[in-house]
């Protein structure tokens, strides 16, 4: 068993730290203020510090970044994302890549991790936020029309790429990355916040998607995709 004193292996993202702060810090001030209030106001009060803690768990909860191991595997494909693959589909084009490609669809719920990580290792060729609307992330034409951020990504065999598209909810998407950053595998690269799809595109030629629709996916642990025989190099 580890020591009390070892690493954390689920941490809070440090940039939402001082909102789970403000939200605990109003919860306690309205708990002392419902100790020190007279009947009239005290409904209100419970009711205000209540949500003020709700709130506090619940961005603790959302914004959770727990450690993962990806596998030493040089063939391996993995999760970008957490959540349930959409499908796996076959197009014969798209404007991020040259060629047919596969595409894995992730969809994630509010109850999803929600930090993004590399399927393979790389050198980010580009990485371009587009505007657009806010459908729900499930439907089929989210990935033309809402808000996404775009990321191309020159793995040692073949390029590929992932789209972080917002949603209904989420209405946020950030990069931690810039073009000529390198990435591992299973690398933290960016976050989608309150729920939303995770695409990743993977040329046809060069890999076997082992994805199935309605599968349950972990990112940077989950193999969805095997890099064809003779296509593979070492990470």
């Known amino acids: 068993m580890s020591p009390f004193w070892s690493k954390p292996t689920v941490s809070i993202r440090s940039e939402v730290l001082p909102f789970v702060a403000l939200a605990l810090v109003a919860g ?3 708990l002392l203020a419902l100790r020190l209030a007279g009947a009239p106001g005290r409904a209100a009060l419970a009711a205000a ?5 709700v709130l506090t768990v619940f961005l ?9 191991h ?23 084009s798209t404007p991020l890549l040259t060629g047919p490609v ?10 999803d991790v929600h930090v993004n990580r590399a399927p393979l290792p790389g050198v980010v060729a580009e990485c371009r936020p587009i505007a657009g609307g806010s459908v729900a992330a499930f439907r089929d034409d989210a990935g033309e029309r809402n808000a996404r951020n775009s990321l191309v990504i020159d793995a040692p065999a ?9 949603g209904a909810l989420a209405r946020r998407a950030v990069v931690w990355i810039a073009p000529g950053d390198r990435l591992a595998a299973g690398q933290r690269f960016g976050m989608m916040k309150f729920g939303s799809r995770l695409d990743t595109y993977l040329p046809r030629e060069a890999v076997e998607p082992c994805a199935q629709p309605g599968q349950r996916v972990r990112a940077g642990e989950t193999v969805i995709a095997r890099i064809r025989t003779g296509d593979a190099h070492e990470r």
């Open 70 to 92: 990806s596998p030493a595997d040089p063939g391996a494909v993995l999760a970008g994302a957490d959540g349930v693959v959409m499908g796996v589909d076959e197009l014969e």
């Open 28 to 30: 306690a001030v309205l």
């Open 158 to 166: 073949f390029r590929y790429a992932v789209v972080q598209i917002t």
């Open 60 to 68: 603790a909860f959302f914004f959770r970044d727990p450690e993962r």
């Open 49 to 53: 510090a209540g949500t003020a803690l």
């Open 102 to 111: 596969y595409r894995v669809r992730v969809f994630l719920s509010v109850f």
